[in-house]
């Protein structure tokens, strides 16, 4: 497979679709001819939320021209709102973060540090989730750093994230990243500035939501998404 070089002025959602990274549920009508998939946020009864879309950044990271094209979009944007001087050094968040961030980092000039990846205990049916540990790093008191993230979802996730690195001494003074799909977080989430490459809103539901509950019922939906990519590329080929 040859690695996929970025054309002078793409659009990155439509580089991103090149890459394979884009899940669109196919529809006929109504009727979903292929999954729903599970995202990270939970509703109030602790069952995750689901859609039609999904960004799988890790398809992005086989190709390191479109990684690199995507930290430059986001290099600019912090330039535009006068925040590259705002930190010292960008975190990055496994999986794609860490990649991501470290593209950031290098252009960018600053220090670079990640977490390591370890997974929680976790019921089936449900996505997996995970803790960061970051004790592979010295920190600080007060250094200033930017959490670099793959996708933003709908910032459920972001708590425990600034939770755990808050512990370490550090001060968190912004979040940035690939994508932002939160229906409800545009600019910043809790006084922090958020930057990305993209900003598109996905829609999500409940999955008691009457636009999804039928699917639902019917386990027509994809808790392990990563996992199965291909198979829901090819469903949205068919």
């Not at 398809?59 to 010292?88: C, P």
């Not at 409800?184 to 490459?197: E, N, Q």
């Given at each position: 497979m040859k690695p996929i070089i970025p054309i002078p002025g793409e659009d990155l959602l439509e580089?991103?679709?090149?890459?394979?990274?884009?899940?669109?549920?196919?529809?006929?009508?109504?009727?979903?001819?292929?999954?729903?998939?599970?995202?990270?946020?939970?509703?109030?009864?602790?069952?995750?939320?689901?859609?039609?879309?999904?960004?799988?950044?890790?398809?992005?990271?086989?190709?390191?021209?479109?990684?690199?094209?995507?930290?430059?979009?986001?290099?600019?944007?912090?330039?535009?709102?006068?925040?590259?001087?705002?930190?010292?050094?960008?975190?990055?968040?496994?999986?794609?973060?860490?990649?991501?961030?470290?593209?950031?980092?290098?252009?960018?000039?600053?220090?670079?540090?990640?977490?390591?990846k370890k997974p929680k205990p976790t019921e089936v049916g449900k996505k997996q989730e995970y803790t960061w540990d970051l004790s592979q790093f010295d920190f600080e008191k007060g250094e200033r750093v930017a959490i670099a993230e793959d996708v933003f979802n709908n910032f459920q996730n972001t708590d425990n994230t600034l939770t755990e690195i808050a512990m370490t001494g550090a001060k968190i003074v912004l979040l940035v990243g690939a994508l932002n799909r939160s229906p409800i977080y545009d600019t910043t989430y809790k006084g922090l500035p958020v930057v990305t490459s993209i900003r598109e809103v996905y829609p999500e539901y409940e999955q008691d939501d009457p636009a999804v509950a039928e699917d639902v019922t019917a386990s027509n939906v994809e808790f392990e998404v990563k996992k199965n990519w291909a198979s829901l590329l090819a469903k949205m080929r068919q």
């Amino acid at each position: 497979m040859k690695p996929i070089i970025p054309i002078p002025g793409e659009d990155l959602l439509e580089l991103g679709k090149r890459c394979g990274a884009v899940y669109i549920c196919p529809k006929n009508g109504s009727i979903r001819k292929g999954p729903l998939v599970a995202y990270a946020g939970k509703d109030g009864k602790g069952r995750n939320l689901v859609g039609d879309i999904y960004f799988n950044f890790r398809r992005i990271e086989e190709h390191q021209e479109v990684v690199s094209i995507f930290a430059w979009v986001a290099l600019q944007k912090l330039q535009d709102r006068t925040l590259i001087d705002s930190f010292d050094t960008v975190c990055g968040i496994p999986h794609g973060g860490r990649t991501f961030g470290q593209a950031l980092a290098r252009i960018s000039e600053k220090r670079f540090v990640y977490a390591d990846k370890k997974p929680k205990p976790t019921e089936v049916g449900k996505k997996q989730e995970y803790t960061w540990d970051l004790s592979q790093f010295d920190f600080e008191k007060g250094e200033r750093v930017a959490i670099a993230e793959d996708v933003f979802n709908n910032f459920q996730n972001t708590d425990n994230t600034l939770t755990e690195i808050a512990m370490t001494g550090a001060k968190i003074v912004l979040l940035v990243g690939a994508l932002n799909r939160s229906p409800i977080y545009d600019t910043t989430y809790k006084g922090l500035p958020v930057v990305t490459s993209i900003r598109e809103v996905y829609p999500e539901y409940e999955q008691d939501d009457p636009a999804v509950a039928e699917d639902v019922t019917a386990s027509n939906v994809e808790f392990e998404v990563k996992k199965n990519w291909a198979s829901l590329l090819a469903k949205m080929r068919q």
